[in-house]
């Protein structure tokens, strides 16, 4: 069974940093394309950031890109989301996600797999 457990969220002060860890487990991680969604009070579930297999291709939400950084360490099992110049809008509950894909170099924005999210609160 696959399990994916964040960690790492918390309150900051706008302009601040966090770093969001997601720890895979139930299968093999390097089989995986992973991402981040993130849900704001009263809205839908959106995309952040996706991260292929290899690692060496990325997509961001526009609105986050030269902020977040999303990287993968397929020997850890983990994927992290570095977040910088953090905006009362990033407010959220920040989820994890993988999808078991073939190709190696594909980043994916729909995902089977989630794990049950930590709150990002982002103060002005």
């Known amino acids: 069974q696959k399990q994916l457990v964040e960690s790492g969220g918390g309150l900051v002060q706008a302009g601040g940093s966090l770093r969001l860890s997601c720890a895979f487990s139930?299968?093999?991680?390097?089989?995986?394309?992973m991402g981040w969604y993130r849900q704001a009070p009263g809205k839908d579930r959106e995309f952040v950031v996706g991260?292929?297999?290899?690692?060496?291709?990325?997509e961001y939400r526009a609105d986050v890109k030269g902020r977040f950084t999303i990287s993968r360490d397929n020997a850890k099992n983990t994927v992290t989301l570095q977040m910088n110049a953090l905006r009362p809008e990033d407010t959220a509950v920040y989820y994890c996600?993988?999808?078991?894909?073939?190709?190696?170099?594909?980043?994916?924005?729909?995902?089977?797999?989630w794990g049950q999210g930590t709150q990002v609160t982002v103060s002005s």
């Open positions: 139930g299968g093999t991680f390097s089989s995986y394309a």
């Open positions: 991260i292929s297999r290899s690692g060496g291709n990325t």
């Open positions: 996600a993988a999808r078991g894909v073939t190709n190696y170099d594909i980043v994916v924005t729909s995902f089977d797999y």
